[in-house]
């Protein structure tokens, strides 16, 4: 049986480790209040946006733009959204699983250190690396997704998608690919952006005259890279939820884990400290009898 100074000495380590998980979770818990009310709120932005959107496409007949044309897909473009710390359960190894189910060609654009080391250890084809700061400003999303553009006119991705922690809720995020390039099917990202508990988007057309300045068409280039900025931005305040959700939940479960192994030490303590003491009066009643 360990010392009682041992014994002492991992009681003072584990106290300290307590401390530290319960701060961390307290701020991680401060930060995912804000978080997923940023998302929430971003959210009826940019499903509204999408309706515009459908409701101008819906007026112009034979619509040419690069973000519609359907090509073959040679090269997939991935922009992984993962965290620049640790400590926040399995959230980015549940992104990495999917990565590493990706058997056909594809070229990387990372968010966050721990995706950047991920890509290099394996040796994929890395675009570019990106960094993203807490508060996931808008003009920082649309940056990279304008770098990825670029390559997508240019013909060296054939499609630009998205895999990031989706937040579900509180304990739950789920790893998702997000497709914003080519836009092959407008409803079907409304209702993505809508949410699962939102009503299936239907397209009310109006009937009256409407005249576009300076026309369709241009009105329609300028909504289509605000649509695919702002879905991306919506799909990193989403991450940006799921990380701190992930972080607390994780510290949260350390500090309880410290707890209990806590109660046991102290218990362990106690245990060798009454065997010390019962092994020190046996030696005195023993002494006392020789000496009788």
Do not use: W
């Not at 932005?45 to 007026?59: D, F, I, K, Q």
């Amino acid at each position: 049986m360990p010392s009682t100074k041992e014994i002492r000495g991992r009681i003072k380590s584990v106290k300290n480790t307590r401390q530290i998980t319960k701060a961390m979770e307290l701020v991680a818990a401060s930060k995912m209040k804000k978080a997923q009310q940023n998302a929430s709120s971003g959210q009826a932005y940019a499903a509204l946006l999408a309706e515009v959107l459908a409701n101008v496409s819906g007026r112009i007949d034979g619509i040419e733009h690069s973000f519609f044309e359907e090509r073959e897909v040679k090269t997939r473009g991935i922009l992984v959204v993962s965290t620049d710390r640790g400590l926040c359960g399995a959230l980015n190894s549940n992104l990495f699983r999917e990565i590493v189910k990706i058997k056909t060609a594809a070229k990387y654009v990372t968010i966050g250190r721990k995706a950047v080391q991920f890509v290099s250890r394996n040796k994929l084809d890395l675009l570019a690396e990106f960094s993203v700061s807490d508060e996931v400003p808008y003009l920082q999303v649309k940056q990279i997704v304008e770098y990825m553009i670029e390559k997508y006119e240019a013909g060296e991705i054939d499609t630009i998608e998205i895999l990031y922690p989706r937040f579900v809720n509180t304990l739950v995020q789920e790893a998702s690919f997000g497709k914003l390039l080519p836009i092959s099917n407008l409803d079907d990202m409304i209702n993505g952006l809508r949410g699962k508990d939102a009503e299936p988007y239907q397209e009310s057309l109006d009937d009256r005259m409407l005249k576009f300045e300076p026309d369709p068409e241009a009105i329609l280039s300028s909504l289509l890279p605000l649509f695919v900025n702002r879905e991306a931005h919506q799909a990193l305040l989403n991450a940006r939820a799921s990380e701190h959700s992930a972080r607390m939940v994780a510290m949260k479960s350390a500090k309880d884990n410290a707890t209990t192994l806590l109660d046991g030490l102290t218990l362990q303590y106690n245990k060798a400290r009454q065997a010390a003491i019962t092994q020190e009066i046996l030696e005195i009643a023993a002494a006392t009898a020789s000496n009788g």
